[in-house]
């Protein structure tokens, strides 16, 4: 059920969470499916209800960095700086977990991801929950596990209807696109995966730039190679090399969708046409937007022009790979 984020309402939300339901919530990121951190057996809901697979962790959302100690058994000098630079807000730090994180949250690793969300709503909704004695949401992005994400109430709703308690309603998310992740849990920081925040702003904190994921990294949400998946078939394709599938459809074109930013819609093409922004922050916060409705046309396929080069179209480039990924 979605319901305006008033303050009852959000109170509602609390209570919810700290009898055991799941409640959805808006971040500046994605929209989160929410439970008690501290909630085994809610937990167990959380991942049933997503349909996610148990060694895949979660993340879980705590009210201000003053709650590490108590999720994290060691936070190096360099988190602290990230934290200290960009929290709240769309950042998640991997770090050794204390001994007293439920074990269903890091799908069996020694490493637990936290972040402290910027928006308003979910920090009113963790206030309320702390006062109710638990300190930690547990919330990955409201949809059924390796989907597209959501950014707003009634995307949530299309996903799992009145199988959750409440849809806390935010409007669309500000940033679109997920947290970026940077892990501690060994020697050196790694991006497990790019978001909003690049490595160029992770570095000027750090004072050198954090390493990309490679073999063995550790298990974060978003990394595997599918996911953020429309159900139709997708294909990301250069600007030259769509130009070129567009001009050998000939008139016979209605069964293609296309999300382009550069390319033009030819007078004579029939099928979907969604035209993205050419900026890369507008860009992101419309893209799961656009691919569920591109997703609801039902093509036969949908066509998706590469995004440019550059640091601030990484996390889109990571984001459109893993949707259009095929085994």
Known sequence: MI?????????RAASALAAGELVAFPTETVYGLGANAR?????????????RPAEHPVIVHLADADALPRWAKTVPAG???????????PLTM????????????????????LRV??????????????????????APSANRFGRISA?????????????????????????????TIVDFSSDNPVVLRPGSITSGELARVLGTPPRSAGPGATRAPGTLASHYAPRTPSKL????????ALAGL???????????????????FEGAWFDAPGESARYAQQLYANLRALDAREADEIWIEAPPDGPDWVAIGDRLRRATHRD
């Open 151 to 179: 950014t707003t109430a009634r995307h949530v709703a299309e996903e799992f209807g009145d199988t959750i308690a409440l849809i806390l309603d935010g409007g669309p998310s500000r940033h679109g696109i997920e947290s």
């Open 237 to 244: 394709l250069p600007r030259s090399e769509l130009l070129s």
């Open 94 to 113: 991997i770090l050794p977990r204390a001994d007293s994180v439920p074990d269903a949250l890091t799908g069996g690793q020694a490493s637990v991801g």
């Open 39 to 51: 909630d085994a057996a809610a937990i167990a809901l959380l991942f049933t209800t997503k349909g």
């Open 117 to 138: 969300p910027a928006q308003p709503i979910a920090h009113a909704l963790l206030a309320e929950l702390a006062a109710l004695g638990c300190d930690g949401i547990a």
């Open 3 to 11: 319901v305006p984020a008033t303050a009852e309402n959000i109170a």
């Open 79 to 89: 988190a602290k700086a990230l934290a200290k630079a960009f929290w709240p807000g």
């Open 250 to 268: 000939g008139g016979s074109n209605a069964h293609i969708s296309v999300l382009a930013h550069s390319v033009a819609q030819p007078p004579e």
